[in-house]
């Protein structure tokens, strides 16, 4: 016998299972979370936050969205992204990031009801365990996972109790990996991997120190640095990241894998932030410092019988375009509804194979996507002749030369411009962000082949509700003229049928189904005099179905399946459906 017991147990309170936490407790699902440590993230780690993991939020609930914003650093201040001999020094070039260009924030707008913000972790995390604790999730600090067996029934986990030093079980049917990049439940669970721990060292640098006066005439959240051993190790070059303008700040600095582990003594660390500010008198009050390594793993099998591992459990990677923790919160929404549903006897367990398939290629595309970045910063100390490594004399040579009127001049500063330019797929891409389309057997093809990409799929969101693919957002209007979103009519934990005049048919349908399968199902038709108006057009233009077509939309805002217009037999088709997306 067990000493507790739980349906959830999640191993980690991070951005992964603090949001599988507060999900689960949103749909109504007892759960557990652990964490080997009194309380949450002590360093403001990720930051980045992308607007599908804000839908995310969203989806918890506006209070929970409106409370990130309220903490975070707004989209307008994080995008002149800064490359510069140091803060103080000579600025080599510039971009607009984070949708901060005006092509890119037109796209941002069109793409999604929420906004690209800069959330450290150190407030993410509260937030998210904040809601997963009020909505009834039982979680217990101090407490570490040591190991687990599963049988046919269920998982016994077994935990230390660090305040007391005894070990006791927890019994539950499912067991939420959530520990991080150096998971013991993946590896216990025997998840297979692929690429390599440890390809780079770094560390980050966590000071207080006022630098408004490099920055706040060109407000970023990050300022690349070119300096002698800017490009050993780490992440590409040098960076000085903002936590809180222009107050608060994470110098991230590599280091040799190969050679000796840096200590990082408070003389060292003011050192790097002196070097990399360019102020030698400069003080500042440090606050942490640690080394960390940069990673190219990911699992190919996310999940193992009961066990589902997610986050840096499942996809390790360096820091670059901003992923990980956004990732996590996804592979979170992902699995958290179709625990729920079978949980509570409303789909078979097959739906749980779904989770592997749909998101063991997120891992494995961002993972790659992320040090490929970092590889792409190499042309930018090729462009100003520093391919074999920084000089300082050499460099202040070729700065010096970039600056003649001659045509070799000219070549460099254009080989220059073009270096930064295309460091676009790191620090503005889009498509990344948002074009996930999964292909499991919780979608159902409606016979229609996957649109092309028609735009470079990295930098641009392409919307489609083929089968798959995110609901894409449009606006639509309430009775009283209110704006709301396609994807605001859908998710909380239901499924939910989209259609509009002449689908009438599809909501009997859908509520007869629903009642036959003992699951919710939300209904919307979309249409002059009904709840929801499309008077702008762009829901019938985004919708891609006749007004009597039907789009099913999975609580995680996915099309699982749709239909053109109506059918000769809808509640049969809906039937079909269900029970091929639920494995009934
Ligand atoms: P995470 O590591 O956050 O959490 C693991 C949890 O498991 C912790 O609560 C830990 O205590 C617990 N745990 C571990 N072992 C345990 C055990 N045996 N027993 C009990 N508990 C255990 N991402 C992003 O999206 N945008 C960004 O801008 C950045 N920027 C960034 C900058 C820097 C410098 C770094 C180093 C990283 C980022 N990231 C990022 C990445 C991001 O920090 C990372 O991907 C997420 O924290 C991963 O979240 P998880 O919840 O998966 O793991």
Same mark, same amino acid.
């Given at each position: 016998?067990?000493?507790?017991?739980?349906?959830?147990?999640?191993?980690?309170?991070?951005?992964?299972?603090s949001?599988?936490?507060?999900?689960?407790?949103?749909?109504?699902?007892?759960?557990?979370?652990?964490?080997?440590?009194?309380?949450l993230?002590?360093?403001?780690?990720?930051?980045?936050?992308?607007?599908?993991?804000?839908?995310?939020?969203?989806?918890?609930?506006?209070?929970?969205?409106?409370?990130?914003?309220?903490?975070?650093?707004?989209?307008?201040?994080?995008?002149?992204?800064?490359?510069?001999?140091?803060?103080?020094?000579?600025?080599?070039?510039?971009?607009?990031?984070w949708?901060? !260009?005006?092509?890119?924030?037109? +796209?941002?707008? =069109?793409?999604s009801?929420?906004? &690209? $913000?800069? /959330?450290?972790?150190?407030?993410?995390?509260?937030?998210?365990?904040?809601?997963?604790?009020?909505?009834?999730?039982?979680?217990r600090?101090?407490?570490?996972?040591?190991r687990?067996?599963?049988?046919?029934?269920?998982?016994?986990?077994?935990?230390?109790?660090?305040?007391?030093?005894k070990e006791?079980?927890?019994?539950?049917?499912?067991?939420?990996?959530?520990?991080?990049?150096?998971?013991?439940?993946?590896? !216990?669970?025997?998840?297979?991997? +692929?690429?390599? =721990?440890?390809?780079?060292?770094? &560390? $980050?640098? /966590?000071?207080?120190?006022?630098?408004?006066?490099?920055?706040?005439?060109?407000?970023?959240?990050?300022?690349?640095?070119?300096?002698?051993?800017?490009d050993?190790?780490?992440?590409?070059m040098?960076?000085?990241?903002?936590?809180?303008?222009?107050?608060?700040?994470?110098?991230?600095?590599?280091y040799?894998?190969n050679?000796?582990?840096?200590?990082?003594?408070?003389?060292?660390?003011?050192?790097?932030?002196?070097?990399?500010?360019?102020?030698? +008198?400069?003080?500042?009050?440090?606050?942490?410092?640690?080394?960390?390594?940069?990673?190219?793993?990911?699992?190919?099998?996310?999940?193992?019988?009961?066990?589902?591992?997610?986050?840096?459990?499942?996809?390790?990677?360096?820091?670059?375009?901003?992923?990980?923790?956004?990732?996590?919160?996804?592979?979170?929404?992902?699995?958290?509804?179709?625990?729920?549903?079978?949980?509570?006897?409303?789909?078979?367990?097959?739906?749980?194979?779904?989770?592997?398939?749909?998101?063991?290629?997120?891992?494995?595309?961002?993972?790659?996507?992320?040090?490929?970045?970092?590889?792409?910063?190499?042309?930018?100390?090729?462009?100003?002749?520093?391919?074999?490594?920084?000089?300082?004399?050499?460099?202040?040579?070729?700065l010096?030369?970039?600056?003649?009127?001659?045509?070799?001049a000219?070549?460099?500063?254009?080989a220059?411009?073009?270096?930064?330019?295309?460091?676009?797929?790191?620090?503005?891409?889009?498509?990344?962000?948002?074009?996930?389309?999964?292909?499991?057997?919780?979608?159902?093809?409606?016979?229609?082949?996957?649109?092309?990409?028609?735009?470079?799929?990295?930098?641009?969101?392409?919307?489609t509700?083929?089968?798959?693919?995110?609901?894409?957002?449009?606006?639509?209007?309430?009775?009283?003229?209110?704006e709301?979103?396609?994807?605001?009519?859908?998710?909380?934990?239901?499924?939910?049928?989209?259609?509009?005049?002449?689908?009438e048919?599809?909501?009997?349908?859908?509520?007869?189904?629903?009642?036959?399968?003992?699951?919710?199902?939300?209904?919307?038709i979309?249409?002059?005099?009904?709840?929801?108006?499309?008077?702008?057009?762009?829901?019938?233009?985004?919708?891609?179905?006749?007004?009597s077509?039907?789009?099913?939309?999975?609580?995680?805002?996915?099309?699982?399946?749709?239909?053109?217009?109506?059918?000769?037999?809808?509640?049969?088709?809906?039937?079909?459906?269900?029970e091929?997306?639920?494995?009934?």
């Open positions: 016998m067990a000493d507790i017991s739980t349906d959830v147990l999640i191993i980690g309170t991070g951005p992964a299972g949001a599988t936490a507060a999900l689960l407790s949103s749909y109504g699902i007892e759960n557990m979370v652990v964490n080997r440590y009194r309380w993230a002590n360093t403001p780690r990720a930051h980045i936050t992308n607007q599908r993991t804000m839908e995310v939020l969203r989806d918890l609930g506006r209070d929970v969205e409106d409370e990130a914003y309220m903490h975070a650093t707004h989209q307008d201040l994080m995008g002149e992204n800064v490359f510069c001999e140091s803060l103080a020094g000579e600025e080599i070039g510039r971009m607009k990031a949708g901060n !260009h005006p092509l890119s924030k037109a +796209e941002h707008e =069109m793409s009801p929420c906004h &690209m $913000n800069d /959330l450290p972790q150190t407030f993410m995390e509260p937030l998210l365990f904040k809601t997963a604790c009020s909505r009834g999730t039982q979680a600090m101090s407490t570490e996972y040591l687990h067996e599963q049988d046919a029934d269920g998982v016994t986990t077994t935990c230390l109790d660090r305040l007391t030093g006791f079980t927890i019994r539950s049917k499912y067991l939420v990996g959530a520990d991080g990049g150096k998971s013991l439940v993946a590896e !216990h669970a025997g998840l297979p991997f +692929e690429g390599q =721990m440890a390809v780079g060292g770094s &560390m $980050n640098i /966590l000071f207080r120190a006022d630098l408004s006066k490099y920055v706040a005439h060109r407000p970023s959240v990050l300022y690349w640095v070119m300096q002698p051993g800017a050993v190790g780490g992440i590409g040098g960076l000085v990241r903002m936590v809180r303008p222009w107050n608060e700040w994470l110098i991230v600095w590599g040799d894998i050679g000796p582990e840096p200590e990082v003594t408070e003389e060292f660390a003011t050192g790097v932030a002196r070097q990399l500010i360019g102020d030698p +008198e400069l003080e500042i009050e440090l606050i942490s410092a640690n080394t960390w390594t940069v990673n190219n793993y990911y699992a190919t099998r996310t999940s193992e019988g009961r066990v589902f591992c997610m986050g840096d459990a499942i996809h390790r990677h360096p820091p670059s375009n901003g992923l990980g923790s956004n990732t996590s919160i996804q592979d979170a929404f992902n699995l958290a509804w179709k625990l729920s549903m079978v949980l509570k006897g409303q789909a078979g367990a097959r739906l749980l194979d779904s989770y592997d398939a749909e998101r063991a290629p997120v891992a494995k595309q961002i993972v790659t996507r992320a040090n490929q970045s970092i590889a792409e910063t190499g042309p930018i100390f090729e462009a100003l002749g520093m391919g074999e490594g920084v000089d300082p004399v050499q460099m202040q040579k070729n010096e030369a970039r600056c003649d009127g001659n045509p070799a000219e070549k460099q500063r254009e220059i411009r073009k270096a930064i330019a295309f460091k676009k797929y790191e620090f503005d891409a889009h498509g990344v962000e948002m074009n996930q389309r999964y292909i499991s057997d919780a979608i159902v093809s409606d016979g229609q082949i996957e649109p092309a990409m028609e735009l470079d799929p990295d930098m641009h969101y392409q919307p509700t083929w089968p798959g693919a995110r609901l894409p957002h449009a606006w639509v209007y309430e009775a009283g003229g209110a709301v979103s396609s994807l605001d009519l859908c998710g909380h934990g239901q499924f939910t049928v989209l259609t509009g005049l002449g689908g048919a599809w909501a009997k349908a859908a509520a007869a189904v629903a009642k036959r399968l003992g699951i919710e199902i939300t209904t919307r979309i249409g002059p005099r009904q709840a929801h108006l499309d008077h702008s057009g762009d829901w019938a233009r985004a919708s891609e179905i006749t007004d077509g039907c789009l099913l939309v999975r609580p995680d805002h996915h099309v699982a399946w749709r239909c053109a217009k109506m059918a000769k037999e809808p509640e049969a088709e809906l039937s079909r459906v269900f091929a997306v639920l494995g009934r």
